[in-house]
């Protein structure tokens, strides 16, 4: 089970950050994920870490401006967002696959299980 928090409303420009909650497994063996669905449009990966911590992926629109990392100790993975700007307008989902120690944690189907969701709102 995830449980996501930490949205809410934000200037341009301004910062925000996102906590997702694990249970119900050994949260430090799987990658983790965040993704966010826009009004409208399709759900698009954002960023993810692997379950060792060490290596991180971004998409190309938030590079420099987010930065995901976790906490296996308190089985919690973050999404720092920076200088958001109103085009991160969404819903934005935590996510983690199926499998421990999966060497595709980069790859989005590998992402079955999702939290609830938490809605970030940049205006302009």
């Known amino acids: 089970q995830l449980q996501a928090s930490g949205g809410g409303l934000v200037q341009a420009g301004g910062s925000l950050g996102l906590s997702c909650v694990g249970s119900g497994r050994t949260f430090s063996r799987y990658g983790m994920g965040w993704f966010r669905q826009a009004p409208g449009k399709e759900r698009e990966f954002v960023a993810a870490?692997?379950?060792?911590?060490?290596?991180?992926y971004y998409t190309d629109s938030v590079k420099g401006r987010f930065t995901i990392s976790r906490d296996n100790a308190k089985s919690t993975v973050y999404l720092q967002m920076n200088s958001l700007k109103p085009e991160d307008t969404a819903v934005y989902y935590c996510?983690?696959?199926?499998?421990?120690?999966?060497?595709?944690?980069?790859?989005?189907?590998?992402?079955?299980?999702w939290g609830q969701g938490t809605l970030v709102t940049v205006s302009s």
């Open positions: 870490i692997s379950w060792s911590v060490s290596d991180t």
């Open positions: 996510a983690t696959p199926a499998r421990p120690y999966d060497n595709r944690w980069k790859v989005n189907s590998e992402y079955v299980y």
